[in-house]
């Protein structure tokens, strides 16, 4: 009787196992969504609203999610009496822990390049050059996210049967 309960403890991790790790495809593209919707809204806030940095990360903070701890910080960095230039606050605070560990570790490298170059390229050039390059990067990351959407279809199928697979495996293994 303790075989056969041990062999269902084992069948159902593997499959809860298969199951998590769709679900950590699935937040990889939540968080690119979140991170489009963001460059969109920061593209218009400078577009047509003409608002202060301080004031955009204020509004991109309270409709993040996964970024909302990001936007806070850049906003108290730049209003406080900080010298530093925009885009090294942006990069220190792309690398720090909390948010590597909440979010940016689900993305790939091309998303986190993205991220460092729209920084980079904030408060570096004129109103229009910021606008160009926020458009450019949210084609190109509009582009990956098609990608992902693709490659989460088949990862999550494939980690779900290979863990019922695994979970039957080892269930007749050890019976």
Not at 22 to 47: A, T, V
Not at 54 to 67: D, N, P
Not at 89 to 94: D, G, N, S, V
């Amino acid at each position: 009787m303790i075989r056969i309960v041990g062999c269902c403890l084992v069948f159902l991790g593997c499959i809860g196992l298969g199951w998590y790790l769709s679900g950590m495809w699935g937040r990889r593209i939540r968080i690119q969504e979140e991170l489009d919707g963001l460059l969109q809204r920061l593209y218009g806030e400078i577009q047509y609203a003409g608002s202060d940095m301080a004031e955009i990360f204020g509004t991109l903070e309270k409709e993040s999610t996964y970024f909302r701890g990001f936007w806070h910080n850049m906003q108290m960095k730049i209003t406080g009496t900080n010298s530093m230039p925009l885009w090294e606050i942006w990069r220190r605070e792309l690398n720090r822990r909390q948010l590597q560990k909440q979010c940016v570790r689900f993305l790939g490298q091309e998303e986190r390049y993205i991220l460092q170059e729209v920084g980079r390229s904030l408060g570096q050039t004129d109103r229009n050059g910021q606008l160009r390059m926020l458009e450019m990067h949210q084609k190109r990351l509009q582009n990956i996210y098609q990608k992902t959407q693709k490659e989460y279809a088949e990862k999550a199928k494939v980690c779900r049967v290979v863990s019922l697979t695994a979970g039957c495996f080892l269930v007749i293994l050890f019976l």
